[in-house]
């Protein structure tokens, strides 16, 4: 069964310090998001993003995230210059196939840890 | 804005018991979606089950059910003979679908531990 993949599954990085969390939707998915969940929080979302930008975001995608399909099958998420605050565990989907029921596919998501 | 408010942060049921799992939401749209999507343990998410709230019938898969009540704004899961892999969280979640985006609003899910 096709699935959403995410890479790396954990990273520890230092405050200021850009990341780049990637993903694999499913390949015939038209819609992908980024969520994210601070540990003990609820999921939030970040961003949606269709026909190659982004069509919604959140008070949290600030200046310093950024999302891109580079190359059609990958789609990421980096931050600039990491925070303290962005720990957290950060949740790729993907949507919108042949049949668009409006179900979100996930990935089993990124932990980035910042120090 | 629209929220989603599940009000127990963890439940327990034993095997093969019933168990149901509360869930309120606010909005002021008319025509939107219901989920229920279960995290088991370092595993992604995963729909369980879905209602779309211009439908009047109760959605039903397998030993997963709801009731949507709309005006009440609620939407409840019931999970019938409740087996050791339904443990995990339980997340709550509205969606409108707008041209472009379908995003999620979740709550802050259940913790649900189910005991031999």
């Known amino acids: 069964e096709p699935e959403v993949t995410q890479t790396p599954s954990h990273q520890v990085t230092q405050m200021g310090q850009e990341v780049i969390l990637r993903c694999v939707p499913i390949?015939?998915?038209?819609?992908f998001y980024w969520y994210r969940q601070i540990l003990g929080q609820k999921v939030e979302f970040l961003v949606s993003?269709?026909?190659?930008?982004?069509?919604?975001k959140s008070e949290i995608f600030d200046d310093q995230f950024s999302v891109e399909r580079p190359d059609g099958s990958n789609f990421t998420l980096k931050i600039r210059s990491t925070k303290l605050e962005d720990s957290a565990m950060y949740f790729c989907?993907?949507?919108?196939?042949?049949?668009?029921?409006?179900?979100?596919?996930f990935g089993e998501g990124s932990r980035l840890t910042v120090l | 804005a629209q929220t989603v408010t599940q009000s127990q942060p963890e439940m327990s049921v034993q095997e093969a018991e019933t168990v149901t799992l509360s869930c309120t939401y606010d909005?002021?749209?008319?025509?939107?979606?219901l989920f229920w999507y279960k995290q088991p343990p370092s595993r992604q998410m995963i729909l369980v089950i879905r209602?779309?709230?211009?439908?009047?019938q109760n959605a039903t898969e397998n030993r997963f059910s709801v009731n949507f009540q709309k005006a009440a704004k609620s939407f409840s899961l019931k999970i019938s003979d409740s087996q050791l892999g339904d443990t995990a969280m339980y997340f709550c979640?509205?969606?409108?679908?707008?041209?472009?985006?379908?995003?999620?609003?979740f709550g802050k899910g259940t913790k649900l531990t189910v005991n031999p």
């Open positions: 989907a993907s949507s919108g196939g042949i049949i668009n029921t409006g179900e979100l596919f």
């Open positions: 209602q779309e709230a211009y439908k009047q």
């Open positions: 909005t002021s749209e008319n025509n939107y979606y």
């Open positions: 390949s015939n998915h038209l819609y």
């Open positions: 979640a509205f969606m409108i679908r707008r041209g472009g985006s379908e995003k999620l609003v």
């Open positions: 993003f269709y026909n190659n930008e982004i069509s919604e």
